[in-house]
């Protein structure tokens, strides 16, 4: 479902020069969910942006699907992040002048395309928001502001979500009801999902398990056990 | 070195009536090391920030030190919150414009303040930032920013420290730097700390967890375990 080929990101040159990323190859396949766990700063939000076309790499190639994104325009590449693509931010990166309902459907009032209703309330009920649709995100604590987020990468049911530590600020309850509902978009719809985690609990809801260090994967677990 | 007395916040009104906290009765002694958990929106944001005279409650009163804080102007309010109070924002909030040594001290250049370098040069690497610290907040990973953040708080030494989350955006490891230097700031200089954390690996550096529950305070432990 994704992939990179001798994927490098670096900043800055000199003394300030800032290997994030050193030569990665990974791949994901269809219907799989993988952890990324490591140190931070070790990379893991910089092969997240890259891999959903956020960033430019700054050598090798990224793959969605068997397109190479980098030979995409602008144009091509917004539509298939918006169509393909759902992206759980670190930071969240909610729009504060609209609702959680508004922020969570934004990406197919965007894409003019009608969410699937009874998904949509599923995705709601698993994030439990139902009484704050209403609220704009400063009316919102950290955690619901997070689970925002997640609603608005997982509502239009796309075939890869990236999830950039989507439960970091949420209890351990409420984090099992969304790493449950993630679990169950693999098994049932053959959705594909990476999420970055700190946590190995949630880490081991996966099907494997990435460890990346200073910007290289040093690591692999398969089928983990918290 | 703080405490509440029935303190009540209430937002909005009628059918989009949230009590983010129910007459709560707390207090935090000098040199006391508390952890607060409760699920994602049961009010601990909210107590940290009216504590600290951030918001201000609906209802009932907060202490600092002996000073109602309620009672105070704006002007000695930023006053002892810029001289004796450190505080983790759960979103960070650091200035984007300034690098991160210029967030850590920041504080301390508002008041005027000369810092203790031993003690700064401490923080900075219990927090891991020493490379970083001419770097600006988009040029951070998260983990990297929520450091910026905890490094701001701890700088000046102040009495009391309340920090909101300080390690969920961290691996175990850059984590457990901090807390145990949280904890030396409490057994060492006398400092208070208030930390709120989903993590019970976190409230166990603490000499007591409470816990809160639709803005209550619903069961206390002492000297926890993980
Ligand atoms: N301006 C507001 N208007 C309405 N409700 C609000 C407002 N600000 C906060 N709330 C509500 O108050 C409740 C408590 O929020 P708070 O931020 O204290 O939760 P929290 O315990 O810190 O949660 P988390 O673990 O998710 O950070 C939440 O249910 C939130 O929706
Ligand atoms: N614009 C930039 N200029 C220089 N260095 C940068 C820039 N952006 C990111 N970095 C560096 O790249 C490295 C990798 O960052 P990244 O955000 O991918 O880490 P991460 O693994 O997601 O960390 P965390 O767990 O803290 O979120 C970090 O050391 C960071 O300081
Ligand atoms: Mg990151
Ligand atoms: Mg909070």
Chains 1, 2 share one sequence.
Do not use: W
């Not at 994704?2 to 490098?8: C, L, P, Y």
């Amino acid at each position: 479902a994704a992939s990179t080929t001798a994927a490098s990101k670096i900043y800055g040159s000199g003394d300030t020069r800032v290997v994030a990323l050193d030569k990665v190859d990974v791949s994901f396949a269809q219907g799989q969910f993988t952890a990324i766990m490591g140190p931070s700063g070790s990379g893991k939000s910089t092969l997240m942006h890259c891999l959903a076309g956020l960033d430019r790499l700054t050598d090798g190639a990224v793959r969605i699907g068997d397109v190479n994104i980098s030979e995409l325009s602008e144009k091509d590449l917004t539509l298939l992040r918006r169509n393909k693509i759902g992206f759980v931010f670190q930071a969240f990166n909610l729009v504060p002048t609209l609702t959680a309902i508004e922020n969570i459907t934004l990406p197919m009032d965007l894409g003019k395309t009608k969410p699937d209703q009874a998904h949509l309330d599923e995705v709601i009920r698993a994030v439990g928001l139902a009484d704050r649709l209403k609220h704009k995100p400063n009316e919102l604590s950290g955690g619901q502001q997070q689970r925002v987020a997640v609603a608005r990468a997982l509502g239009s049911r796309p075939d890869v979500i990236f999830a950039d530590e989507p439960t970091g600020n949420l209890d351990s309850q409420t984090g099992a009801e969304i790493l449950a509902f993630m679990r169950r978009a693999v098994n049932e719809f053959g959705q594909t999902i990476v999420m970055v985690t700190h946590d190995p609990v949630a880490a081991s809801y996966a099907d494997r398990v990435l460890f990346l260090n200073d910007g290289r994967i040093v690591n692999e677990l398969q089928n983990p056990d918290a």
